[in-house]
């Protein structure tokens, strides 16, 4: 049944684009017996933005903020506070941050979230039941996390987690300053990644939500001991898919990545932690596991009143995009994949692979070309590819016998070689609907819509390292000898993708 059939028949108040678990849709089977008390609570529960503003703050006033909850609750004194900055769409409520409370240095504890406070699997299924729900391989943490929080937010005000998740709510699936992640965006909103790989990344994640969404009755079965507490339907009878695939975005923009703990406690929910705290490439900072807690020191000194920032991971701009919705132009783990792989009509296909093999690489190969370190990339290609052109069996022999990526590079062959990856980077530049200058032209109105901006970042810096990678191409194809040289023909040249 779709959202809007359910709207129609329950009436039930509009659900807003993305919050994290904006709904109350109650179980069909208690929907007569409880009728007009769920409607009201609908109304009272549901996070909307615009004309729900004071109901919100009423809410605020009953419960207190996420960090006087913490308090109660047993969070320690810390040297942060929760500040608010607006919103990119005026429509929503302005969103929270993390800053300093105080001038901190390199190396203080900016605040430590006791265990009790935060949300992991070991806490939601157990050990046994984390390890076997896990090795099917058919749902993720993030899954199981996100459908537990959905469960959390059918208790409404009864639910211990209430605050937390009334603030993830507020945050809408957001980092700071960030937009909702690709992953829930129109099909028009998307046309602004065309030309990107990303695109084909969000639509392959999109359809593997949708998997994970239709085995979630499986967690339903295997831990129905915690489940006995919530009233109500089978997951995919409780909840629409719209409705998980919110709540799993929102739970992905805020999940923090725990090293040196077990499998149970790897990824964690942690107040305070992300969206709150503000995502930078370029920090060293990060949330760590302690005896019975989970703290956060600062890499970095900070005034009073600054946003605290925590490294997101070494991630390309594409991730950061698609996981918390922003890019960042200084982000030095950037990188596109140029994919070769030799052609498998080759007679000579195995020996090929042979010699791939023992050199490290595959017969389909990932190259990875970092944001400023094209040329290194290029140069990383080349001997891939000369193998692929090697058609005399002789040479072939002689190239299974050397050690190391050698053969013999003729002048035709070298400017068959660098010819076809010229062409490839030609071809990947051509994909995109716009130029590179006319991208910076359009990044420089201040006006242009907040999901066109952050996609146009995104494929100029694309853009930028496959003209780098053009570049040093072409500079190569300058310092040849003899530019009256014919490529060589290669009937079975490799595949670049």
């Known amino acids: 049944m779709e959202l809007t059939c359910l709207h129609a028949k329950f009436n039930l108040p509009q659900l807003p684009h993305l919050s994290l678990l904006s709904y109350t849709i109650p179980n069909p089977r208690i929907f007569f017996r409880k009728r007009s008390n769920l409607c009201l609570a609908s109304v009272s529960d549901t996070l909307v933005s615009g004309s729900r503003k004071e109901v919100s703050s009423k809410k605020e006033d009953e419960f207190g903020d996420l960090k006087s909850w913490m308090h109660k609750n047993g969070l320690p004194p810390c040297k942060v506070v929760l500040k608010e ?25 900016a605040f430590s979230v006791p ?5 992991t699997l070991e806490r939601v299924l157990g050990n046994e039941t984390v390890a076997e729900l896990l090795t099917t391989n058919k749902l ?18 009864k639910s211990f987690w209430y605050p937390y998740i009334k603030e993830l709510d507020r945050q809408r699936g957001r980092g700071q300053l960030a937009v909702e992640s690709p992953l829930l965006w129109s099909e028009d909103e998307l046309a602004y990644l065309t030309g990107s790989p990303t695109k084909a990344e969000v639509l392959e994640r999109a359809e593997g939500i949708k998997r994970e969404y239709n085995e979630l009755d499986t967690v339903w079965f295997m831990a129905g001991s915690l489940f006995q507490q919530y009233p109500y339907d089978i997951p995919t009878e409780a909840f629409p898919f719209e409705i998980f695939k919110q709540a ?25 932690g992300p969206p709150l705290l503000a995502y930078r490439s370029n920090c060293k900072a990060m949330l760590s596991a302690v005896s019975g807690a989970i703290e956060l020191v600062v890499d970095r000194p900070y005034k009073a009143g600054e946003p605290i920032g925590v490294w997101c991971g070494p991630q390309p701009n594409s991730k950061l995009l698609i996981n918390y919705g922003f890019v960042d132009d200084d982000n030095s783990y950037d990188r596109l994949v140029v994919e070769a792989a030799l052609n498998t009509e080759d007679p000579q296909y195995q020996d090929k692979r042979l010699v791939v093999q023992r050199n490290g690489k595959l017969s389909i190969q990932a190259f990875h070309v970092y944001a400023g370190k094209e040329k290194e990339a290029v140069s990383d290609m080349l001997p891939y590819l000369r193998l692929g052109y090697v058609s005399d069996p002789s040479e072939m022999q002689s190239v299974l016998s050397s050690q190391g990526p050698v053969c013999p590079v ?54 930028k390292i496959l003209h780098a990678c053009l570049q040093a191409t072409i500079d190569l194809i300058d310092q040849l000898p003899d530019h009256t040289v014919s490529p060589c023909p290669a009937p079975y040249a490799p595949l670049l993708k």
């Open 85 to 109: 900055r607006p919103s990119h769409d005026e429509k929503h409520r302005p969103i929270h941050y993390v800053a300093a409370s105080e001038d901190l240095r390199a190396g203080d504890v």
């Open 115 to 119: 265990n009790s406070l935060v949300v």
């Open 140 to 157: 993720s943490e993030l899954a199981c996390l996100a459908l537990y929080l959905m469960y959390e937010k059918k208790q409404g005000k």
């Open 248 to 272: 799993f975005v929102a739970v992905q923009s805020c999940v923090v990545h725990l090293q040196k703990v077990p499998l149970a406690r790897r990824f964690a929910l942690v107040p305070l």
């Open 410 to 463: 003729s002048p035709c062959m070298e400017q068959a070689v660098l010819e076809q990856l010229a062409d490839y980077f030609n071809r990947r530049l051509a994909g995109y609907p716009t130029a590179l200058n006319e991208d910076e032209s359009l990044l420089l109105d201040p006006n242009l819509n907040a999901k066109k901006r952050v996609a146009t970042q995104l494929v100029r810096l694309e853009k």
